[in-house]
DNA sequence: ATAGGTGCAAAGTCTTTGCGCTTAA
DNA sequence: TTAAGCGCAAAGACTTTGCACCTAT
């Protein structure tokens, strides 16, 4: 693949910038020093990073693709009030693909969990709002 | 929330038809026996299903969402060749509620396993167009 | 009677893509 | 030199929504 300053600063924007950024995030974050960055160029450079295994796209159910730059072993959780993503370490996971591959004839290429739920500040939050109410 | 013949149509086509339905096919295959079906009725309807935890809403990277039935306990697996979502039963996650709540204080309300790789008779499929090659 | 649901079509949101220009190799 | 990549804008794919009509309660 051919060198593109542009590459190099999308990738470099989704490892340092460890909020999960959506394409749009890396654009507006790009673009501020970057001005004639286009959004078609993220898109296709977020795409092609992914496909690489340089970065991940992260699904979440009703908000758009996110992406992370931790390529090691670790999962998800999205807090349902803020829709942030946080990172978790998990155990019990190790022996995941082990259980797959003996159990079933599906070839394991990788796995995402995506945990859902409330974050701690959120759910603080909506204690204090209960509070209120009664 | 108040009775709709549709609503009705649409969670028995989700729970029948196994193959984890994406909206528009729920449309297809409803529209069939009812032409006066319409695709925002669908969605709606979709999505209100499953805000009430009546089905589930599967995300997956780089296809449309799809959604399960299934309300028990059980995990997917995506082919990336066809794109078909399979069942799976895993053992090891019993005690990844627990770990999360004894590592975070993050509430959890549910979590979803997707594993991506190739299936069986994709598998076969390659292995085939391999042997052609070479 | 009336709140909630539907069908329809239009509008939104997010993402991809075609094309002429630019740039790394 | 030239194939890959870019910027731009238009098109695409998928989903939501406003509104007038309909229907379960």
């Not at 670790?74 to 190790?94: G, K, P, R, T, W």
Request: glycine letters at 4%; hydrophobic letters at 30%.
């Amino acid at each position: 693949m051919k060198y593109s300053k542009q590459r190099e600063l999308i990738l470099k924007t989704v490892r340092e910038n460890r909020v999960h950024p959506t394409a749009d995030y890396v654009y507006h974050f790009l673009k501020k020093d970057h001005p004639n960055l286009s959004l078609g160029t993220v898109y296709r450079n977020l795409n092609l990073l992914s496909e690489n295994g340089d970065i991940r796209k992260i699904c979440i159910p009703n908000a758009r693709d996110r992406f992370d730059g931790r390529m090691d072993r670790h999962y998800h959780m999205v807090c349902q009030e803020c829709a942030e993503v946080f990172d978790i370490e998990l155990n019990c996971l190790s022996k995941l693909e082990e259980e797959i591959s003996s159990r079933t004839d599906f070839t394991v290429h990788g796995y995402d969990v995506i945990i859902t739920g409330v974050c701690h500040t959120c759910q603080h939050k909506l204690n204090e709002s209960k509070k209120e109410v009664s």
